[in-house]
């Protein structure tokens, strides 16, 4: 697992850029003290920083020479000053990349995968090839990509995240709250349809793979992958 360090004194926005990071199965850590961000980092030993430009005390121009002095690891610089000199400044100072806010967390999540590969080469190529099984199925998350005995099928971002859920919770309920919270930062502004559609989605791709009524819906609860795919030939037993 890759360890992140997030240097950002915005707590909402740390908060949720971790949390989403997290479904990647990133560690994320957060600096709490910003007059001690040398400290944290050494004690973290991360593969990764995402650094903030307007920061207490000292901004991130500082932070990342004095990171530079040290490590060789990525740096990437989240910052809503969108000005070609800020861009300009960081790349000077030894930064890797830099994204303007508001950004797509499914931007930086790319950001943070394309540049770990560049970085560790095998360690991340390792991490791409996870496995997720269940009945047959066999999800690649990192891939988009699940198969099956009648081939394989290639999926969205979301798409994996919902079916990665409920693989993992093969023959158990997942409620409805949980997935949506799972595949959206902040629910509330989701319609509750939103997850109907996706599942939709899922099963029409699993039909290619024989794997159709593999996901049930359970009224008032949630959905649960089934182990066995149901007997639906009305025939009497």
């Known amino acids: 697992m890759f360890t992140l360090l997030l240097v950002e004194d915005d707590r909402k926005l740390a908060a949720m850029l971790q949390k989403h990071l997290e479904k990647y199965q990133y560690r994320v850590e957060r600096v709490e003290d910003f007059g001690k961000v040398m400290e944290t980092f050494r004690a ?47 790349l000077e100072n030894g930064a890797d990349d830099y994204l303007t806010k508001p950004f797509h967390y499914e931007l930086v999540t790319a950001k943070v995968g394309s540049h770990l590969r560049r970085a560790y080469g095998s360690l991340s190529a390792r991490q791409e090839e996870r496995l997720v099984e269940a009945a047959g199925l066999r999800l690649y998350p990192e891939r988009l990509l699940v198969k099956g005995d009648a081939g394989e099928v290639e999926l969205s971002q979301k ?16 409620s409805r709250e949980k997935l949506l919270d799972l595949l959206w930062e902040d629910q509330h502004f989701v319609d509750d349809n939103t997850l109907n559609v996706y599942v939709t989605r899922i099963r029409k791709k699993l039909r290619e793979l024989g794997r159709e009524h593999s996901i049930e819906t359970v009224r008032g609860s949630g959905y649960r992958f089934q182990t066995d795919e149901p007997d639906l030939s009305g025939r009497l037993p």
């Open 44 to 90: 973290v030993s991360p593969h990764l920083v995402l650094l903030d430009v307007n920061l207490p005390r000292f901004d991130g121009f500082y932070w990342c020479r004095q990171l530079r002095a040290e490590t060789t690891c990525p740096i990437l610089f989240i910052s809503a000053r969108e000005g070609h000199l800020d861009q300009v400044l960081a």
């Open 159 to 174: 798409e994996v995240l919902l079916l990665l859920a409920l693989l993992e919770r093969a023959g158990r309920v997942v």
